[in-house]
T-cell receptor, first 111, second 115 residues
Framework: AQSVTQLDSHVSVSEGTPVLLRCNYS??????LFWYVQHPNKGLQLLLK??????LVKGINGFEAEFKKSETSFHLTKPSAHMSDAAEYFC?????????FGKGTMLLVSP | NAGVTQTPKFQVLKTGQSMTLQCAQD?????MYWYRQDPGMGLRLIYY???????DKGEVPNGYNVSRLNKREFSLRLESAAPSQTSVYFC??????????????FGQGTRLTVV
């Protein structure tokens, strides 16, 4: 069995400040983990994925995430937020049959 | 590159009507999925198909049926629509279900309203 908990439903930042979106997971085996982004009225786009090759994963648009097995976490970060980063972000754990989604974190970026 | 294509993009149904949501992928993927997205709930799996000829229930299958028509196409049918089925529906595909580290590719979604 696997599950994902996104710890914040909304995160607000100012443009140019760091972004931290938190995700904890539960999995019966070594997990595959993903972050997807969804801009308003759009489909889902893959930001990055963890596949056990390296604990620090770099993705598109300056995002990165660090896998911490001891904390069962896979938090998403970005050093400096842009207005275009405003969107909903989903942490996802991959299993053999399905992908299990967290409930999402809405990132709000103010000028 | 089309990727995953869903039709229609928008639909309004009356309670009790039926309809089929269509999904096609051109990436030669084996696995296909139908999710629904509701505010604050993330994406929940309705049905999936590991390969052509097989389908399995996901987390919220009640009120839905699916057909894996061929490797490319995976349709979702609502036999008697209910207001609780008002949602945004996403189709997705994935290279091989048994490969845990492969990501899914998503269509643009179908926004369905049942009145």
């Amino acid at each position: 069995a696997q599950s994902v908990t996104q710890l914040d439903s909304h995160v607000s930042v100012s443009e140019g400040t760091p972004v931290l979106l938190r995700c904890n997971y539960s999995s019966s085996y070594s997990p595959s983990l993903f972050w997807y982004v969804q801009h308003p009225n759009k489909g889902l786009q893959l930001l990055l994925k963890y596949t056990s090759a390296a604990t620090l994963v770099k993705g598109i648009n300056g995002f990165e995430a660090e896998f911490k097995k001891s904390e069962t976490s896979f938090h998403l970060t970005k050093p400096s937020a842009h207005m275009s980063d405003a969107a909903e972000y989903f942490c996802v754990v991959g299993g053999y049959s399905t992908l299990t989604f967290g409930k999402g974190t809405m990132l709000l970026v103010s000028p | 590159n089309a990727g995953v294509t869903q039709t229609p993009k928008f639909q309004v149904l009356k309670t009790g009507q039926s309809m089929t949501l269509q999904c096609a992928q051109d990436m030669n993927h084996n696995s296909m999925y139908w999710y629904r997205q509701d505010p604050g709930m993330g994406l929940r799996l309705i049905y999936y198909s590991a390969s052509e000829g097989t389908t399995d229930k996901g987390e919220v299958p009640n009120g839905y049926n699916v057909s894996r028509l061929n490797k490319r196409e995976f349709s979702l049918r609502l036999e008697s629509a209910a207001p609780s089925q008002t949602s945004v529906y996403f189709c997705a595909s994935r290279t091989l279900m048994t490969e845990m580290n492969t990501e899914a590719f998503f269509g643009q979604g179908t926004r369905l309203t049942v009145v």
